[in-house]
């Protein structure tokens, strides 16, 4: 399985501000996903995130809240901006294995608006 | 109908015992399923996939899918209080990648 490294592991930010999230994985994947975990809840999906073309967004979710990069195979950021408290959650990179859909997790960031 | 549907819990088992976690899907969701294990404050791990109708095994873990019931089960034998974790059931939906997960269920093996 892939080595997916995420940052950063926490933060805890103004409402108003923006906070960009990288994920780095130590092979090239054709696909990276965004999900979103809020308190006490499953993973909700963001976007998908594929080198050389714009992320598409699953219903509920906006480029202009949360644009994501992805410049290469092997990196990509999410952007949750102008947060407000309801932003508060934990942020997910994932990434399939090579051979499959399988999906692996990086460690997650907890984001915390006040 | 929820894509992927799963009993919140908590389930509680005793040491030693088996847990059975169970999981329903639509027809919207194909049949590729995943059991994916989440501690508290960490990210899900992956811990089984089954593709195929019937048993799958590996080690304590085994993960059951009858398709004409619309049904995944997770089984873990000897359960140890290292267990105890929230069990996330996902599937693949949208006739692509995308990944929809249930609920979870949280899973508490007591002494």
């Known amino acids: 399985s892939a080595v997916i490294s995420q940052k950063p592991s926490r933060d805890i930010c103004q409402r108003g501000t923006s906070l960009t999230i990288q994920c780095q994985v130590d092979?090239?994947?054709?696909?990276m996903f965004w999900y979103r975990q809020q308190p006490g809840q499953s993973l909700t999906l963001i976007a998908t995130a594929n080198q050389g073309s714009e992320a598409t967004y699953e219903s509920g979710f906006v480029i202009d809240k949360f644009p994501i990069s992805r410049p290469n195979l092997t990196f990509s950021t999410l952007t949750v901006s102008n947060m407000s408290p309801e932003d508060s959650s934990i942020y997910l990179c994932?990434?399939?294995?090579?051979?499959?859909?399988?999906?692996?997790f990086g460690q997650g960031t907890r984001l915390t608006v006040v | 109908q929820k894509e992927v549907e799963q009993n919140s819990g908590p389930l509680s088992v005793p040491e030693g015992a088996i847990a059975s976690l169970n999981c329903t899907y639509s027809d919207r969701v194909s049949q590729s399923f995943f059991w994916y294990r989440q501690y508290s404050g960490k990210s899900p791990e992956l811990i089984m996939s089954i593709y195929s109708n019937g048993d799958k095994e590996d080690g304590r873990f085994t993960a059951q899918l009858n398709k004409a019931s619309q049904y995944v089960s997770l089984l873990i034998r000897d359960s140890q209080p290292s267990d105890s974790a929230t069990y996330l059931c996902?599937?693949?939906?949208?006739?692509?990648?995308?990944?929809?997960f249930g609920t979870g269920t949280q899973l508490k093996v007591e002494l």
């Open positions: 994932s990434v399939e294995s090579g051979g499959g859909t399988e999906a692996f």
């Open positions: 996902a599937g693949i939906t949208g006739g692509g990648n995308k990944l929809t």
């Open positions: 092979s090239q994947v054709t696909m």
